[in-house]
């Protein structure tokens, strides 16, 4: 009795194991993959809403899709950033043979998108000078007057982008472009 007991339980878990949604090609389906949250950005009293989502089927197809929408619903920003170049990045320094450690780093690069140091408040201290990575000293001292706040995420390993709200110009711009 015992040994038809192991055998059919046994047999339950292979067939479990085989049909399971957690094998590796239902980890590798990214499609709904995204995080969202929200910030005072183009308005000092009304919230922004940031969004990431991974989209797409497999890495090497797979666009990492960023976007702003301000406190009116309007989108304000968007950067697509391809799932493939950013794995080259890091390619030297991570495990990404295989493509659901391809994937996994995608998840972490989503979790890390949205953590607080990248929420900048005020995006431009009035103690502080633009250097040569400042694309435009104009709007950098604009945001020096506004107080606005700011943010920044990575195209790569040694690349970041700081963006922020101009007033006078009603977008997004970069202000900073650095390591």
């Not at 339980?9 to 090609?25: E, G, I, M, Q, V």
């Not at 304000?76 to 391809?82: C, N």
Request: glycine share 2%; charged share 30%.
């Amino acid at each position: 009795m015992k040994k038809t007991i192991v055998v059919v339980l046994a047999l339950t878990f292979f067939l479990y194991a085989c049909n399971s949604p957690s094998s590796d090609k239902a980890n590798n389906n990214a499609e709904d993959l995204q995080k969202t949250s929200t910030f005072h950005f183009s308005n000092a009293s009304k919230l922004d809403t940031f969004k990431v989502a991974l989209i797409g089927k497999d890495t090497k197809d797979m666009q990492l899709l960023f976007t702003i929408k301000s406190f009116e619903g309007k989108e304000i920003y968007r950067e697509e950033i391809s799932a493939d170049e950013l794995l080259k990045n890091y390619i030297a320094t991570a495990d990404l043979k295989k493509e659901s450690e391809k994937l996994k780093f995608l998840k972490e690069e989503i979790a890390y998108f949205f953590e607080e140091q990248h929420f900048l408040e005020p995006a431009v201290t009035p103690n502080e000078q633009p250097d040569k990575n400042v694309p435009d000293k104009v709007f950098y001292n604009e945001l020096k007057q506004s107080g606005l706040n700011g943010f920044d995420y990575r195209l790569g390993k040694d690349h970041n982008v700081y963006i922020a709200w101009s007033a006078k110009e009603q977008k997004v711009k970069i202000y900073y472009k650095c390591c």
